[in-house]
């Protein structure tokens, strides 16, 4: 009997800290949020997030964006072959690379590069008290650090995909046309008759929502990191694990309201 | 080392990934931005089953626009097109949803209209939709196909099937069997005698084969003369029957000088005198021999029979009509009669000769002059007297025009035949004097049937003697064929 109340006590103890969690993190966005368009606007410290989060993870991206398009193309010819459709498989690659897996992939790439950065940096931070002397000269730490990296993480995501976007097409061009085979007239043509405008730009939307839950929460766990240099670790690895996780869920939420 | 602030660095990355951005968008949205601009048309289908928003609509596999919006209009689809303003539709061009590929994605194929029929307008629809291959229905039908065919087998199989089919299966096959191995035996044991007869049957008919096919022409003809003549042998034969019977019985002549041999030699003597005669006209003796071997006998001959054959020829054009017409009087309360006979040499001139029975009778009229005195004229009325009628007469098309003695006075007439001779009207003008106004008579006569003819008028209409009256009557006219014999056989044309 007491075990089984001790049970029950560590499940609603999860649960509430899961809630009081995600309620941590919605309230550090709206005081993100309330900091963002509070002057002065410290653009260099922007700018510099920008370029760690978005232009240094281009190599990355890139290379994912590729072979998942290469892939994409091997794997949809076998498919499509059972059927003489072999002509489907630029635009199955587009569409695929557009509507979800730019957005998701680079969204995962970034975390696990600039997510995780952001958390161990924040965290180490935390851990030898430099935000705490932050607040001693009167500098509010989410103004300092966490909305540069926000802005950042929300801007350079989607322009990531757009990279990975054309790098996967490209990668599934080069082994559709010039492995497989097949007429790259068609290839083409079959891309720009399926794929519309709209695949692209609302893979672009979900890639903002994804760079912004990412920063979140890489940024959350780093700020809130407790216990030396093991608390850093655990908040990294706890920032990288949450950020996917929350990534691949709102994923299909917002292909179900978007699609 | 040349190196980028990181301003620059993020600079770059977003100019270019806006370029691809921008590339790609415009890749992608090129047609979708054309078909923005374009005008919509409506089409209602019968069912637009499988037919989605955004679906092509093709010209012979050329996009020239989108499906627009799918709804229900009267149980049926109202589909609304968005063409290319560059496209321009007739009126009468068609629409149908086709199948593309083997996915079976619907879109929307348009045949143009006739080439010079006026444009649809933005918003009209396109009336003439065409039907397309409906796969439930095929269905539908390819069961009842297969339905015909169960019943076919279920037959069949309560034919085939139990202890009665079975064992009459069985008992063919046993007869098959037992047959097939008796004529194995035959053939085995004849085989080198068979085997022989095949060979002669093989010559034999290359043989033929080599003459047919060298006389081919050749045995066709004959095969029809020989058929022809099998035709005409029996003919013969049986008419040749026939007279050896009739012979036999000793009927006809022939019969009698089968079986009469006195008969038999005189006609032999008969023959030889023929004979004889025959040899002398052909030497030209006797009269006949000398009519037959002259030239100038045939010549005549010739002329004669030329003169036989115009007479004949005018014989047959001319024509006699007899008729009889009675007219009654309303205003006298009396009738008028006439017989005439119409002698017609040719169709288009006619001779006329007639009497005339008038109730006034006939007048003659008396000059007396004594001395001084005026003329004194009397007038008498012979009742019994008749007058005559003789006239000549010429047609011209529907006009016939005719003149002298009519009513035993100088006069002329003209008639009008219409409706093809069935209405003849007609105006005649005679009886000219010095004391009296001119007879003058109008009437109309119609053919009711072939020889029955009703007649009305109005006679004597100008008369200063009181004499007008309307009149009506009958009248009845044949063709005589006797008379005209008659006629010819007296005067012979030239």
Known sequence: MNRFSGAL???GRAVLAGVEEMGKIILLFV????????????????FKQMEFVGVKSIFVVVLTGTFTGMVMALQGYHGFRMFSAESLVGGTVALGMTRELGPVLTSLMVTARAGSAMAAELGTMRVTEQIDALYVMAANPVKHLIVPRVIAGVLMTPLLTVVSDFTGILGGYFVGVHILGINSGIFIKNITRLVE????????VKAACFGLILSLIGCYKGFNTYGGAEGVGRATTEAVVLASISILISDYFLTAIMF | MFSLSSEAKVGLFVLVGLIILGYMSVQ???????????????VVFDSAAGLDRDASVQIAGVEIGRVESIRLQDGKALVRLRI??????EK?????IKTHGILGDKYVEIYPGTHGETYLAAGERISRTERQADIDKLLHQLGMIADDVRGVTSSLNRVLAGQAGEEAITSILTNTKDLTRNLNHVIVSNEAALHAALENTRQLTGNLNRVVTQNDEKVRQVMDTLKSASLEMEKTFAALKEITTGINRGEGTLGQLVKDKGAAEKLNQTLASLQEVTQKINEGRGSIGKLVNDDETVR????????????????????????YRGEYLFDKSDAKSYLDLRIQPKEDKFYILGVVSDPKGRRTTKDVTVGNTPTVRTEEWDRDGLLFNAQIGKRYKDLVLRGGLLE????????????????????????FGRDRRAHLKTGAEYRLFRHLYLSAGWDDFVSDQDNRSIYGGFAIRFEDDDLKYMLTTTPIPK
Request: positive net charge; charged residues 20%; hydrophobic residues 40%.
């Open chain 2, 84 to 89: 290319v303003s560059n496209v321009k539709l």
């Open chain 2, 408 to 431: 035993s006075t100088g006069g002329v007439g003209i008639d009008y035949m219409a409706l093809n001779d069935k209405l003849k009207l007609s105006f005649e003008a005679f009886g």
């Open chain 2, 300 to 323: 005549n001959l010739n002329e004669g029979l030329t003169g036989l054959n115009r007479y004949v020829n005018k014989a047959e054009q001319f024509r006699t009509f007899l008729s």
């Open chain 2, 28 to 42: 992608v949205g090129k047609q979708t931005l054309g078909l923005k601009k374009g005008y919509t048309l409506e």
């Open chain 2, 92 to 96: 009468d061009a068609i629409a149908s």
């Open chain 1, 31 to 46: 005081s993100v949020l309330g900091w963002m368009f509070r002057p002065p606007f410290k653009l260099r410290n922007i």
């Open chain 1, 9 to 11: 006590d560590r499940l």
């Open chain 1, 197 to 204: 405008l709209n695949d692209i730009y609302n893979g672009l």
